[in-house]
């Protein structure tokens, strides 16, 4: 049985992708559920994170969002049993790799599958889901008449959070990195009703020459933004930084302009800098940032039973079709490598899963 695993020799180094014979799976525990994995979505290998919290190793496990069927279950175990459909994402300081055919999960990890979806759609969803609630739902709730900035919407994380913004009633713009993100944008509707766009607006960023500050003031009335959803920032000027990221991603400065009074900026730029200045803005505005780190969920047992429910409901808007994912077409265990290769260096523009 095999299993995939990132390898990186030394720091800076570009990382690897090994397959590893795995003879026998550990031994189990009271709570551990034996699942035989069906589908497992690829997201980044996050060194620095694994460095910060002491869990690097010479072979990290690659492949944490897994749906399958529960083989086994630990005597312990009280919400699962075997033939139960499953999805789950691995802890951090797991053993196990997701692209393996079977995998051991603490059954606090799992969450049911609806029958009727299907496996690669029900992985893929899980880690741009859980961002989604954790950005939109507990770090700037959003309701009804707020109004939601989705850079970079089109990525597969801003695809759900644009559905899960425009299903609880938020008036949604978004920024397109390309023509045929600006389309795909545009093409967004919801499953039912109404057969209005998703996306109030489309700002195109391609060119560089559309200033995004000014396109969401003017289509807010001068109001600015209540909720910005970034997918990293620019934090220099234009020559400090490279071409095409300084092309592609907002300055902190247009961000900080764009939000209006009480407004939230929740960031995924870990090493944001803001000068007494850009305080300042935010002071007079009474505007919050905030950091969004999906893995906190994980790190901490605190907070198990909202995890598990945020899981479960994502799975229900998957099945109601109010959740559809940016996916790539499945993929075979055997070109595992090459697309997490591709994975690793932020190439991907859908989500990538390998089917078993």
């Known amino acids: 049985m095999k299993a995939l695993y ?11 992708f090994v397959f590893q014979e795995r003879e026998n799976l550990p031994p189990s525990r009271a709570h551990d559920v034996k699942v035989q994995v069906r589908a497992c979505a690829l997201s980044r290998v996050d060194t620095q994170l694994l460095a910060e919290i002491k869990l690097k190793k010479e072979l990290v496990p690659v492949g944490r969002e897994v749906s399958g069927v529960v083989l086994e279950v630990g005597s312990k175990v009280t919400f699962f049993q075997p033939d139960d459909e499953v999805v789950g994402i691995l802890p951090l300081d797991s053993e196990e790799s997701g692209v393996c055919e079977v995998v051991l999960v603490h059954e606090h990890y799992l969450a049911h599958k609806p029958q009727k979806l299907c496996w690669a759609e029900a992985a893929g969803t899980l ?3 859980l961002r989604a609630y954790t950005a939109l739902h507990y770090l700037a709730p959003v309701s009804p ?9 089109a990525s597969p994380f801003g695809t759900i959070a644009i559905q899960l ?13 390309s023509l045929e993100d600006k389309q795909y944008l545009e093409r967004l509707r919801p499953a039912g009703g109404v057969r209005q766009p998703l996306v109030a607006r489309v700002i195109d960023v391609s060119h560089g020459k559309i ?3 000014e396109s969401c003031l003017e289509e807010t009335g001068g109001l600015g933004v209540d909720i ?4 990293g920032v620019r934090l220099y000027s234009a020559e400090d930084e490279p071409a095409s990221r300084c092309q592609l991603l907002p300055h902190k400065h247009d961000i900080i302009t764009l939000l209006g009074v009480g407004g939230r900026w929740i960031t995924t730029e870990r090493n944001l800098q803001l000068d007494p200045p850009d305080s300042h803005s935010l002071f007079l505005k009474g505007a919050t940032v ?3 780190n999906e893995e906190v969920w994980n790190l901490s047992n605190v907070q198990q039973g909202k995890y598990l429910a945020i899981l479960e409901d994502i799975m229900d808007k998957l099945s109601n079709g109010i959740f559809r994912p940016q996916l790539d077409e499945p993929i075979p265990l055997y070109e595992a490598k090459v697309s997490m290769e591709i994975v690793q260096k932020n190439q991907a523009r859908k989500r990538q899963v390998i089917q078993f």
């Open 6 to 16: 990132a390898q990186q020799n030394s720091p800076g180094e570009e990382m690897t």
């Open 127 to 129: 880690r741009d889901g």
């Open 145 to 153: 008449g707020t109004s939601v900035l989705v850079l970079d919407g």
């Open 165 to 177: 913004a425009q299903h609880r009633g938020a008036k949604v713009i978004s920024t397109a990195h």
């Open 211 to 213: 200033d995004v500050a």
């Open 228 to 231: 910005v959803l970034d997918n």
């Open 290 to 292: 905030s950091f969004l």
